[in-house]
């Protein structure tokens, strides 16, 4: 069964600290990706990565780095944290060529408050 | 930047009815994807649609793809408490550009 683990389910975090959301994928794939989602906007994506030590920026990469240094691993940094941060991060893992050209799988999501 | 609406944003409906949900983008699209999104959980694949004029069914769920490649349906028949969640549209724009973009979803809920 094919997954996608998130580190935290829930996180508490102080304004101006550093954070690192983790993702691991078990399929295999070279495309993983970060969304947040919000109420009322949907799911946008803030980056993605084809391969290792790969990444490109999705629509809202501000305030926002990524790090891919194992196929599996994709992770998610908040450089200082703040108040409009917080959200739902969603991981994500891809098929096909390249991108989403198929079936996305999705992790369990984090849910990030910053105060 | 390119944008896929979705409406509506919320639809309440009785056991029973039927429910439509629309995709509209300004410019054409690669392939759009469906997935639903079950309360407190994460977004399901549903299914994935390429060509123009696609239809595809999932026992009482219809999936469109429109002749411009513009826009999509899911119309669901006979809703059950089990259809209940948000629903999301997501376009890939062009293969050269991978970038799935997600609408801003439907949620529905059931009455019994």
């Known amino acids: 069964d094919v997954k996608v683990t998130q580190s935290s389910r829930y996180l508490v975090k102080r304004t101006g600290e550093k954070v690192f959301l983790e993702c691991v994928q078990d399929?295999?794939?070279?495309?993983m990706f970060w969304y947040r989602q919000d109420p009322g906007l949907g799911l946008r994506l803030i980056y993605f990565?084809?391969?290792?030590?790969?990444?490109e920026k999705g629509d809202i990469p501000e305030g926002y780095s990524v790090s891919r240094e194992k196929k599996e691993r994709f992770s998610l940094i908040l450089e200082s944290a703040s108040t409009n941060q917080t959200s739902m991060y969603l991981c994500?893992?891809?098929?096909?060529?390249?991108?989403?050209?198929?079936?996305?799988?999705f992790g369990q999501g984090t849910r990030l408050t910053v105060v | 930047g390119q944008q896929v609406m979705q409406i509506p944003q919320y639809q309440h409906v009785q056991e029973g009815e039927d429910f439509t949900t629309y995709c509209n983008s300004s410019?054409?699209?690669?392939?759009i994807q469906w997935y639903k999104q079950r309360p407190g959980g994460h977004p399901v694949f549903l299914i994935q649609?390429?060509?123009?004029?696609e239809v595809k069914k999932q026992k009482r769920l219809t999936f469109q793809f429109g002749e411009a490649k513009k826009n999509s349906s899911l119309h669901i028949t006979a809703t059950q408490t089990t259809d209940v969640g948000t629903y999301f549209c997501?376009?890939?724009?062009?293969?050269?550009?991978?970038?799935?973009?997600f609408g801003t979803g439907t949620r529905l809920t059931i009455i019994p």
């Open positions: 994500a893992g891809g098929d096909g060529d390249r991108g989403l050209g198929a079936e996305a799988f």
């Open positions: 410019t054409t699209l690669s392939n």
């Open positions: 399929m295999d794939h070279e495309n």
């Open positions: 990565s084809y391969d290792v030590k790969m990444k």
């Open positions: 997501a376009g890939l724009f062009n293969f050269g550009n991978e970038k799935l973009t």
């Open positions: 649609l390429v060509k123009s004029g």
